[in-house]
Nanobody, 114 residues
């Protein structure tokens, strides 16, 4: 049974920072491309950052230069460092495999005030 548990969300002011964490169990984590997704009110869930087993990363243009995704295979964790936050970043954030989507966790709310 795959479990994806996100943490680290909360409130931040515009220009501030947050660090999200995700711990994964029940899958062969170290072999999977992992990603962070977000879903804002009234919008579709979108992939905002991805990271391969070896550490290659990709980002959507909206977060490029501000967000950094990383992973620790030994700890079975993936992180998202979010800097220079904007109100547009307000959303529920989820982690998951990019290619082998598992049951979604509950995600964490990130709210950025203007």
């Amino acid at each position: 049974q795959v479990q994806l548990v996100e943490s680290g969300g909360g409130l931040a002011q515009a220009g501030g920072s947050l660090r999200l964490s995700c711990v994964v169990s029940g899958m062969t984590f170290s072999f999977k491309v992992m990603g962070w997704y977000r879903q804002a009110p009234g919008k579709q869930r979108e992939l905002v950052a991805g990271i391969s087993r070896s550490g290659s990363t990709t980002y959507v243009d909206a977060v490029k230069g501000r967000f950094t995704i990383s992973r620790d295979n030994a700890k079975r964790m993936v992180y998202l460092q979010m800097n220079s936050l904007k109100s547009e970043d307000t959303a529920v954030y989820y982690c998951n495999s990019v290619t082998d989507i598992a049951t979604w966790g509950q995600g964490v709310q990130v709210t950025v005030s203007s």
